[in-house]
């Protein structure tokens, strides 16, 4: 992968150490965020293959977990050199999610479990889960000290990711990350936007630095983080322990590279020629293949990734659907050939927001759920037995 000689704007705060998580020390203090269809064990390795830190799998329900649903098992599958080993969960039910990290901790399934409270989706918000939970102060508590314990007996370290709140008027992390404090958690992610900003708009960092002066263990902010400097420059910002990178790093596995580089002070980052970028994809979509199985479905699942890889590149569209509609690694490798392998890297690309943007909307509820926040009920039909996920 060719290195330019590309100085680096930011500057690593003296303050920034090794990101601890129970027994695991993280260098870089870098966090991969799970994202839906994408963080599988094959995206993984190819991002771990260019720098060190924490590279978190996709999300799964506890009640699939523990349900033991054959999609929900098959996400949760790590490489054997993968280590530590990072699961997100996702539940509602304190019960069903103790018993989650039981499983997780006796079938020896993960080093660490974080706990997804920042899902935006309205198909999650609706029935109360996600970045609506906290809002339920006491049923929040209940989950995160019933998953800390859980875990307790084999020390394997609980982590929680939260949003903002609900939106401006309905503001939860603060409370919230002291709650999850107070239960034990190894650290607490902040993304600093609100459920209603859902991906639009500015990320708050002062945020994320509101809550780093009120917590004691490490705070990981999230949000617009395109390039590695952006990384130094929140830590700077806001005195956070460490960065969680999720959109920034789609078609791009080699921030990952920037971003050790960057946290260690080194000036170089990453940008690769049209040519290497193609034999990234090739690598990715091999990688899925043997992941999935079969050539038909991992070259199906990477069609996803084509356009991230290829944004900003001087690629006729007739090229990109063809690339977008590939079956097997051959017909792959017949289209990759057709790219100028010498075409440079788009700069005018850096620092721009990739994958899904959209507008601030209404955050859908369940009746009532503004109107008592100390009620502990558990939100109805929150988790699909069959959900994988």
Not at 200 to 218: E, F, H, M, N, Y
Request: net charge neutral.
């Amino acid at each position: 992968m060719t290195r330019n000689a590309i100085a680096g704007s930011g500057t690593v705060p003296p303050s920034v150490r090794p990101l601890t998580l129970g027994q695991h020390q993280v260098w870089p203090p870098v966090v991969l965020a799970p994202m839906a269809g994408i963080t599988n064990v094959a995206f993984r390795r190819l991002c771990r293959e260019q720098g060190g830190g924490l590279y978190v799998c996709e999300m799964v329900t506890t009640r699939a977990l523990v349900e033991r649903n054959p999609k929900t098992l098959r996400m949760i599958a790590f490489g054997t050199d993968e280590r530590p080993r990072s699961l997100q969960l996702y539940g509602t039910d304190p019960e069903v999610t103790a018993a989650a990290v039981r499983m997780v901790v006796e079938e020896d399934l993960a080093d660490h479990i974080d706990l997804n409270f920042g899902c935006p989706v309205p198909k999650v918000t609706r029935k109360g889960g996600g970045s609506a939970l906290p809002w339920r102060r006491r049923l929040f508590a209940r989950i995160v000290r019933g998953a800390v314990a859980a875990a307790a007996s084999a020390g394997v370290p609980v982590t929680v990711k939260m949003r903002k709140g609900i939106d401006d008027d309905h503001l939860t992390y603060v409370e919230a990350g002291l709650a999850a404090q107070d239960a034990g958690v190894a650290a607490v992610a902040l993304h600093g936007r609100t459920a209603a900003q859902r991906y639009s708009g500015t990320a708050d960092w002062d945020a994320i630095g509101t809550l780093k002066q009120a917590l004691d263990v490490p705070v990981l902010g999230n949000g617009d983080i395109w390039e590695a400097d952006d990384a130094l420059r929140m830590v700077a910002h806001t005195g956070a322990d460490g960065v969680v990178v999720g959109r920034g790093c789609l078609g791009r596995p080699w921030l990952f590279a920037d971003l050790a580089a960057a946290f260690d002070g080194r000036s170089y980052r990453r940008l690769p020629t049209l040519g290497e970028v193609a034999t990234t994809m090739r690598r990715h979509a091999e990688l899925l293949t043997d992941w999935l199985g079969t050539e038909r479905d991992g070259c199906t699942d990477f069609r996803k990734h084509v356009a991230w890889y290829l944004k900003g590149f001087p690629v006729g569209s007739e090229l990109r659907r063809a690339l977008a509609m590939v079956n097997s690694l051959a017909e792959l490798d017949d289209l990759l050939g057709k790219l100028d392998p010498t075409e440079p890297f788009p700069v005018s690309t850096l620092g721009q927001p990739r994958g899904r943007t959209n507008s601030p909307g209404k955050v859908f509820l369940p009746d009532g759920w503004l109107a008592d926040r100390d009620s502990e009920a558990v939100p109805a039909g929150a988790e699909l037995d069959d959900s994988g996920g």
